[in-house]
Nanobody, 123 residues
Framework: QVRLVQSGGGLVQAGGSLRLSCTAS????????MGWFRQAPGKEREFVAA????????YYADSVKGRFTIFRDNAKNTVYLQMNSLKPEDTAVYYC????????????????WGQGTQVTVSS
């Protein structure tokens, strides 16, 4: 079992930046691939970014490529999502997730999920 606890998020103006954090319980964090997803009101949950155990291997949705960066600190059992140049359409609840069986797309399947954190970007 892995418990994921998220922090960060909030309200920011368009063009601003936010950093989300996701800290995992247990001592096996380094064995998991990690991902970030988001869900806007009335929309389905969508993939945002993922990072493999090898932190040099990352995946991004086209909509965030070049603006968002996913990275991990295994010593702190934490994965981060640095979000720059935020747009109103980035407004959503963001979720982190963990898996031992990440497919090449980075999109899953994921076994464990964080509680979600709200990101609101005002225009």
């Amino acid at each position: 079992q892995v418990r994921l606890v998220q922090s960060g998020g909030g309200l920011v103006q368009a063009g601003g930046s936010l950093r989300l954090s996701c800290t995992a319980s247990g001592q096996t964090f380094g064995t998991y691939a990690m991902g970030w997803f988001r869900q806007a009101p009335g929309k389905e949950r969508e993939f945002v970014a993922a990072i493999r155990r090898n932190p040099t291997i990352t995946y991004y949705a086209d909509s965030v490529k070049g603006r968002f960066t996913i990275f991990r600190d295994n010593a702190k059992n934490t994965v981060y999502l640095q979000m720059n140049s935020l747009k109103p359409e980035d407004t959503a609840v963001y979720y982190c997730a963990a898996t031992n069986n990440l497919r090449d797309s980075g999109k899953g399947p994921y076994d464990y999920w964080g509680q979600g954190t709200q990101v609101t970007v005002s225009s």
